[in-house]
C-alpha cells in the first residue's frame, strides 16, 4: 500500500505511516484480536444499543468481523500502520454498499435471537427511526475509524480520514458522508477541520442517542 504523506498533519511526526489491506497479513485470526478492540470502540454507544447490552455486542461484533458481507468485515478494513506497528484502522464504503452490508448484518445477528431476543430488538429499532440520516448511493461513507489508545493524539484520525476519502474519490466518489455520536467531541472536531458539515442531528425516542449527521462535497476539476 502507498504511503499516506504527513505535510497536512503537523502532530503526526517521527515515524513513517503506511496503509496495509488485510491480505499484506498472515494471521486473519491474529489480525482481528488486534482490531476488535477499536472497531468495537468505533461503533459505540450504537454497537451496545443496538444489541442489547455490552456482552452481547462483543459477541456480535466479533461475528461481523469474520463475515465478508459484514459493514465491520476484517476484509474492508485498511490498517493504519505507524513506524513498526498496526495504530488503528478505518473502513468506507459507497451508500449501495452500506445498505447491502447492513441487511447482512441485520439478518446475522437476527439469526442468533431468541423470539423474546427478537422482540426486543424489533421494539429498539422503532426508537431508532429517526437516528441516522439516510446515505445517498453516490455518497461515500466514512463508517468505522478507531485507534489504539497508545496512538491518540498524533493527529493519526485525520490521517486516515483522508485515506478513506482518497479511496472514495479513486472509485469516483466525490460526495462524503459520516455520522458521529453527539458527545464524542474528538472525533467531531476532526471532522468539522476536514470540511464536513452537520446537516442532521437524530435521536432515538427513548432518548438514549444522539447522533450528528455531517457530509462533505470534494470539488473536483
Known amino acids: 500500500m502507498s504511503v499516506q504523506s504527513t505535510r497536512n498533519n503537523p502532530n503526526v511526526i517521527g515515524e513513517p505511516i503506511a496503509f496495509r489491506s488485510t491480505g499484506d497479513f498472515p494471521d486473519t485470526e491474529a489480525l482481528i484480536s488486534q482490531a476488535f478492540p477499536w472497531i468495537l470502540a468505533a461503533g459505540q454507544p450504537y454497537y451496545d444499543w443496538f444489541c442489547g447490552g455490552r456482552e452481547v455486542a462483543k459477541r ?3 461475528m ?13 478494513i485498511q490498517f493504519l500502520q505507524y513506524g513498526s506497528e498496526i495504530a488503528g484502522g478505518i473502513i468506507g464504503l459507497s451508500g449501495g454498499e452500506l445498505k447491502k452490508a447492513r441487511g447482512a448484518d441485520m439478518d446475522s445477528f437476527w439469526a442468533t435471537l431468541d423470539v423474546h431476543s ?5 421494539e429498539r429499532l422503532s ?3 429517526q437516528l441516522f440520516a439516510p446515505v445517498a448511493d453516490d455518497e461515500y461513507y466514512v463508517s468505522k475509524a478507531g485507534l489504539a489508545h497508545s496512538f491518540l493524539g498524533k493527529g493519526l484520525a485525520k490521517v486516515m480520514v ?4 482518497d479511496q472514495g474519490a479513486s472509485l469516483g466518489y ?3 458522508r459520516v455520522d458521529v455520536q453527539t458527545e464524542n467531541v474528538p472525533s467531531l472536531r476532526c471532522c468539522l477541520s476536514l470540511g464536513f458539515e452537520i446537516f442532521y442531528t437524530g435521536k432515538s425516542a427513548d432518548g438514549a442517542l444522539r447522533y450528528h449527521a455531517l457530509r462533505y462535497e470534494r470539488k473536483t476539476g
Open 127 to 129: 426508537q431508532g427511526l
Open 60 to 62: 456480535t461484533v466479533a
Open 162 to 165: 483522508n485515506r478513506c476519502m
Open 174 to 176: 466525490s460526495k462524503f
Open 64 to 76: 461481523w468481523m469474520r463475515q465478508p458481507s459484514s459493514e465491520s468485515s476484517i476484509e474492508r
Open 118 to 122: 427478537r422482540g426486543a430488538l424489533i
